[in-house]
């Protein structure tokens, strides 16, 4: 039962691996975020054009 524990913990790690690593997981949180809040398709190609141009 112990690996399959470890198995979970490395598959759901909360723990930041870096700190450019933790930058890019709030930004996407971020980009999930405005995604949910466009009003119309072209809304969200302008959110999704400006979120990967950052990246």
């Known amino acids: ?3 399959f524990a ?3 913990a490395t598959m759901f790690d909360r723990e930041p691996q870096g700190r450019e690593a933790a ?3 709030q930004i996407h ?3 999930d975020r405005q995604r949910a ?3 119309s ?3 969200r190609d302008e959110i999704d054009a ?3 141009r950052h990246l």
């Open 6 to 8: 470890q198995i979970f």
């Open 23 to 25: 930058k890019r997981r």
């Open 1 to 3: 039962m112990r690996p």
């Open 37 to 39: 809040r466009a009003l």
């Open 41 to 43: 398709p072209s809304d």
């Open 29 to 31: 949180r971020e980009w």
């Open 50 to 52: 400006i979120f990967a």
